[in-house]
């Protein structure tokens, strides 16, 4: 079902800056929809990480932030920490017959 | 705070029928979507469907229309998904979600914490 493809893993060591993709389409972020990111540790519900243009909710570090272009989307995480090593799943809306509310693929950060 | 309290795992077998519930709290139940977020074992996320439990206006995932039945009960504040023919494939966790929309688009702000629902054929 998904319409928005994710590197399955990346890794960097601590202190590093690791970017996760999220490529859609013209139905997706090509169209203008936002996207929004959310972590999830392993055994645990996600939980929203950022929306929109680089909103984090309380307590959701500023070594996290986003980009956007065309019809892709990307998550930074500067600083890279043990505690960010979790699943990153990016969000859209689809505007196709195929689905409405999409995530990404997943993408596994690795911290060294 | 808001939360959201989902009941508990279930085991249920092949062609049996099943109902699970999410229950919000600390906020206005009626005004704010409600989704369903389908997780397979060592899968990703998948939105099923979505519900305003104000009219109960129910928008489902094309995938999933037909497989299972969204509702809600506002003077509960609790939202339900159920399944009539369950399938060993429906082995996942579900989440609930609620669904905040603004000028940043519309995501998934508050989470329940998943129903494990294994299905054994």
């Known amino acids: 079902q998904s319409m928005l493809t994710q590197p399955p893993s990346v890794s960097g060591a601590p202190g590093q800056t690791v970017t996760i993709s999220c490529t859609g389409s013209s139905s997706n972020i090509g169209a203008g929809f936002d996207v929004h990111w959310y972590q999830q540790i392993p055994g645990t519900a996600p939980k929203l990480l950022i929306y929109g243009f680089s909103n984090r909710p309380s307590g959701v570090s500023d070594r996290f932030s986003v980009s956007k272009s065309g019809t892709s989307a990307s998550l930074v995480i500067t600083g890279l920490q043990a505690e960010d090593e979790a699943d990153y799943y990016c969000?859209?809306?689809?505007?196709?017959?195929?689905?409405?509310?999409?995530f990404g693929t997943g993408t596994k950060v690795i911290v060294l | 705070e808001v939360q959201l309290v989902q009941s508990g795992a279930e085991v249920k077998k092949a062609g049996e029928s099943l109902k699970i519930s999410c229950k919000g709290s600390?906020?206005?139940?009626?005004?704010?979507?409600i989704a369903w977020v389908r997780q397979m074992p060592g899968k990703g996320l998948e939105c099923m469907g979505i519900i305003y439990p104000g009219d109960s206006d129910v928008r489902y995932t094309p995938s999933f229309e037909g497989q299972v039945t969204i509702s809600a009960d506002k003077s509960m504040s609790t939202a339900h998904l159920q399944w009539s023919d369950l399938k060993a494939s429906d082995t996942a966790t579900y989440y609930c979600a609620k669904q905040r929309g603004d000028s940043s688009g519309y995501f998934f702000e508050d989470w329940g914490q998943g129903t494990l629902v294994t299905v054994t054929s």
């Open positions: 969000q859209s809306y689809d505007r196709s017959l195929s689905g409405h509310y999409v």
């Open positions: 600390g906020y206005s139940f009626s005004n704010y979507w």
